[in-house]
């Protein structure tokens, strides 16, 4: 077939065949640092603006500077037979189309000249049919019987039935987005939620178990190049280990998608297939039974971060509320040599505050389950939630999960990545004495400012549990001491002083003891084995855009902004430049997908968050001042900084944000307590001296504000 490639949204038409071949079908391109263990310089994610506006997308990419060739559509089809697919077992279905449904799409009538795509209001564009055309109007019958004229600017081709259903969307004669959204819809319709899409692999979260990931599936992909089996993120994985055996480079798998998408799970999807394909043959010796061999632990680090990084939000319960990045190391035969984990942007501001639809973070709802009931008496705690202010703010079940079954699944984890008992035991009890730090009260002394406890029930569990002295916490909650020049003084404090200083010690003994868990997993995962190469998996939290956004949606989109900046780089920059390197003829296209104005309003010297760190420095600063600055500078000055509109029923927003996915509204309430978050450093002092032993080693390196150290963010 001889029909003209056009690439997205240029509309430029690719006469020659080898010119076919090259534009926009480069199957994998991995983004490697063959010199370094360091990650990938990105810090943030989310999806391509070409398909910005599909709900529930990730896309996937595995990036090489060399580049595969289809050589022709039969090429790519080639491998696509019923006999061909059996391997695939049970998953086939949800993998390709049948021999059956090929051979109708083939023989169906078609009218490429009256067959295309118009927008609609509802639900933007829809199927529909020419009926005639009048200079620059054409009239067409909709899929619903509906009559109606556009411009010919906005009628989209549609593609012959052969691209029903697609596998690799860079396939399609006419790629625009309409056939795209109908692409995806179609597929994910016949459950099949993993498409190609040229350089990625966009998958639509089907939100139910697809029967694709067993390990007959796994097997089926083992080795094959991408054209010889259907799309899936196991190919993406093989594909990525066999650059990283032939090339001898490290490779990096990066995952993006707003919230919800699915990206841990894929995540999680990826790093099973490498600890199946990748797994040290042998027999477990006694120590191992309950440890579990590094596949095992390389597996099961995931449901213990999850217990304790992951929560209910608005639009995913079993949200990802920190970033990481994954490293699997491999010796020289390819086989798992060691792990090691990077974490970003724990919101720890959620341990002590959640949204009325959200929830705390898994761990607290797991003990209080009642399946390990000696945890309850342990922790002196009951099984009812609202007995607990900071863990009952919102939501304190989800239909989705069993918290049950989640905590043995935890407990399981820590048992085979070589948790001591002792250290288990610490991590429930610190867990345990943040819900009691929720419920302490404080009242006001009589004719004075200064708070007092209001009863010390409380303050005695958690010195119990975080081996403390209560009567010396109390103290140092009320009368800190603090310096003042060369000496030391005793401060008072009014009763939400107080307040502000739990809350604040909460989220950072929190915090600490995730870092210190990753920290122990890494020790747990790293081992003697010789490393030569590894593979990078990137996982952070996706884009988010709720009724009410503060700074941890900032932080987030802001992540997102960077990592988004660096795919369309990729995309649509460094792409041209290897047409013109390889001497295609190419003139160069300007997509407008440069995301620097909003990454610069936000991080540029006078950019939001300068501004944040400059109002922090002001005694005297405010919600308001902070406020009125941002106006100052950005309001008409940028195109990306905007007034929000009032909506009724919404909460007050003070500002909005143009990002790459969409106009965000922000509220900047207690913006400036959240980046200051001071700790009340006698406590801390305490906690140093602690008789239990994670506790005092959470603190040990810990430097005051009069050392000049930095506090870190929310």
């Not at 005695?460 to 103290?475: E, T």
Request: proline share 3%; net charge negative; glycine share 6%.
């Amino acid at each position: 077939m001889s029909a003209s490639y056009l690439c997205p949204q240029g509309q430029r038409k690719v006469e020659n065949d080898d010119q076919k071949r090259r534009v926009g079908l480069r199957l994998i391109v991995t983004l490697k640092d063959a010199n370094s263990d360091t990650p990938l310089n990105t810090s943030g994610q989310d999806q391509t603006r070409c398909t910005a506006w599909l709900d529930n997308i990730l896309y996937k990419g595995s990036w090489r500077p060399e580049t595969q060739h289809v050589t022709s559509q039969t090429e790519a089809f080639k491998m696509s037979g019923d006999a061909l697919m059996a391997e695939f077992g049970s998953a086939a279905s949800f993998l390709r189309k049948s021999d059956k449904e090929r051979l109708e799409a083939q023989t169906r009538p078609f009218d490429m000249k009256r067959m295309c795509f118009v927008p609609d209001p509802e639900v933007e564009y829809v199927k529909a049919q020419v009926t005639s055309r009048d200079g620059d109007k054409v009239t067409v019958e909709t899929e619903f019987g509906k009559t109606v004229t556009h411009k010919e600017v906005d009628i989209h081709p549609q593609n012959p039935p052969k691209f029903d259903k697609i596998e690799d969307m860079a396939m399609f004669t006419f790629l625009h987005e309409p056939a795209v959204l109908f692409n995806l819809k179609e597929r994910y319709a016949a459950w099949m939620i993993y498409t190609y899409s040229g350089l990625f692999c966009v998958t639509v979260n089907p939100y139910k178990w697809l029967p694709v990931y067993d390990q007959i599936v796994v097997n089926a992909y083992r080795g094959k190049k991408r054209t010889e089996a259907p799309p899936h993120i196991y190919s993406i994985s093989d594909n990525a280990y066999q650059y990283m055996l032939s090339d001898r480079e490290n490779q990096s798998v990066l995952i993006t998608g707003e919230s919800g998408a699915g990206k841990t799970v894929n995540t999680k999807r990826v790093i099973q297939y490498f600890a199946s394909i990748a797994a040290v043959t042998g027999k477990k010796d006694a120590a191992q039974e309950k440890k579990g061999t590094l596949e095992d632990q390389i597996i099961q680090a995931n449901p213990a971060l999850e217990a304790f990084g992951n929560a209910k939000t608005i639009r995913n319960d079993n949200s990802s509320r920190f970033g990481k990045f994954i490293r699997i190391h491999f010796g020289v035969s390819g086989k798992l040599s060691s792990a090691d984990i990077e974490t970003y942007l724990l919101e720890k501001s959620r341990v002590t505050y959640q949204l009325k639809a959200e929830r705390d973070y898994h761990i607290f709802y797991q003990i209080l389950s009642q399946k390990k009931p000696e945890l309850l008496e342990m922790l002196l705690i009951t099984n009812n939630p609202y007995d607990y202010s900071y863990i009952s703010q919102g939501e304190i079940s989800v239909q989705s999960i069993d918290d049950s079954d989640e905590l043995m699944a935890t407990d399981e984890a820590f048992d085979v990545l070589g948790f001591t008992q002792e250290e288990k035991n610490a991590i429930y009890k610190l867990t345990g004495s943040i819900m009691h730090f929720g419920n302490m009260k404080f009242k006001q002394k009589q004719r004075e400012e200064q708070a007092e406890a209001d009863g010390t029930e409380d303050m005695d569990k958690i010195a119990y549990l975080m081996g403390l002295n209560s009567a010396d916490v109390l103290k140092g909650l009320c009368h800190p001491r603090v310096k003042v020049g060369n000496e030391w003084v005793t401060k008072g404090q009014s009763v939400q002083q107080v307040y502000n200083s739990i809350g604040a010690l909460s989220k950072s003994v929190y915090e600490k003891m995730f870092l210190w868990m990753v920290v122990r997993i890494n020790q747990s995962l790293d081992t003697k084995q010789p490393r030569q190469y590894f593979i990078g998996v990137l996982d952070i939290a996706g884009f988010e855009i709720f009724d009410f956004n503060t700074f941890e949606q900032l932080c987030i989109n802001y992540t997102n902004e960077k990592l988004q900046q660096f795919f369309n780089h990729h995309m649509f920059v460094l792409e041209q430049e290897e047409y013109k390197k390889e001497g295609i003829v190419w003139e160069f296209i300007d997509f407008g997908m440069d995301l620097a104005a909003c990454i610069e309003l936000i991080e540029k010297p006078m950019g939001i968050m300068s501004i944040l760190e400059e109002e922090c420095m002001f005694p005297k600063a405010s919600d308001a001042t902070f406020k009125a600055k941002l106006y100052d500078n950005h309001l008409g000055k940028s195109n990306n900084f905007q007034k929000p509109r009032i909506v009724k029923g919404r909460p007050e927003a003070h500002f909005s944000l143009v990002h790459y996915a969409g106009t965000v509204d922000y509220n900047i309430g207690n913006w400036l307590d959240k980046n200051k978050d001071p700790l009340n450093e006698t406590v801390v002092g305490l906690f140093q001296k602690s008789t239990l032993k994670v506790l005092s080693s959470l603190f040990a390196g810990y430097a005051g504000a009069d050392s000049g150290i930095a506090l870190a963010w929310t």
